[in-house]
Nanobody, 121 residues
């Protein structure tokens, strides 16, 4: 079983930046790694995903051009660089692993506990 621990969340003003990290308990080079977010009272939604090798990425339209996902397989870590943050980006952010490059949260087998990101206006 893969354990995931997110970090890097916090409170930032509109237009600011944060870099989220997600550390895995074991090698994740056989998995795609994704980020999802869940705002208060809303469903968990897809944010970004990166392929096993890091050569392919996919982003939700709402974050495209502002967020960048990357991974370091040697360090068993996936990152989410978030720039030009908006109040609507406020949510708990989760990382997850999947055997597939997918947007559907149901295909992700393991999840972290989440890290809070709050963007003030």
């Amino acid at each position: 079983q893969v354990q995931l621990v997110e970090s890097g969340g916090g409170l930032v003003q509109t237009g600011g930046s944060l870099r989220l990290s997600c550390a895995a308990s074991e090698r994740t080079f056989n998995y795609a790694l994704g980020w999802f977010r869940q705002a208060l009272g809303k469903e968990r939604v897809f944010v970004a995903v990166i392929s096993r090798s890091g050569s392919k990425t996919d982003y939700a339209e709402s974050v495209k051009g502002r967020f960048t996902i990357s991974r370091d397989n040697e360090k068993k870590t996936v990152f989410l660089q978030m720039n030009s943050l908006k109040p609507e980006d406020t949510a708990i952010y989760y990382c997850a692993v999947s055997r597939f490059l997918a947007r559907d949260p149901n295909v992700y087998a393991y999840w972290g506990q989440g890290t809070q990101v709050s963007v003030s206006s």
